[in-house]
């Protein structure tokens, strides 16, 4: 398995990238199977963190544990991770069906910040 980066978006605040796998992107595809409403809210979330910078309010951007953070816009969760300072992964995205995060979505997103840090650890 292969991993690499794609810039989504440049803001003053941070960088917004999205994992590649296999040369497949993994939040694009997620994102473009939102119904246009959803896909609005997510994007300006997206947009206010790069140029604005990570809300305080929980209910936008909140930490799951284990370097995992949610952008959140509505029932849509985007599990990310911070890789330096002004650099922010997007890795895992899900339409939230119950209350709480589904705890095999947040390993999805550990297992690929996970092998993020080994492969970027091994090319040092």
């Keep these: 398995?292969?991993?690499?980066?794609?810039?989504?978006i440049e803001g003053d605040c941070f960088s917004i990238y999205e994992i590649i796998r296999d040369g497949k992107p993994l939040i694009k595809k997620f994102l473009l199977s939102?119904?246009?409403d959803l896909l609005e809210k997510i994007k300006k979330e997206l947009q206010f963190i790069a140029f604005k910078g990570t809300?305080?309010?929980?209910?936008k951007f909140a930490y799951e544990g284990d370097g995992i953070w949610a952008i959140k816009?509505?029932?849509v969760r985007i599990y990310?991770?911070?890789?330096?300072?002004?650099?922010i992964l997007l890795a895992h995205g899900v339409v939230k069906k119950r209350?709480?995060?589904?705890?095999v979505d947040l390993e999805k997103a550990r297992t690929l910040r996970s092998e993020w840090k080994k492969m970027k650890g091994g090319m040092q």
């Excluded at 398995?1 to 989504?8: I, N």
């Design 1 to 8: 398995m292969t991993l690499d980066k794609e810039l989504l």
């Design 34 to 36: 939102l119904p246009s």
């Design 55 to 59: 809300p305080r309010n929980v209910q």
């Design 73 to 75: 816009a509505k029932q």
């Design 80 to 87: 990310c991770f911070y890789e330096g300072n002004r650099l």
């Design 99 to 103: 209350p709480k995060a589904n705890p």
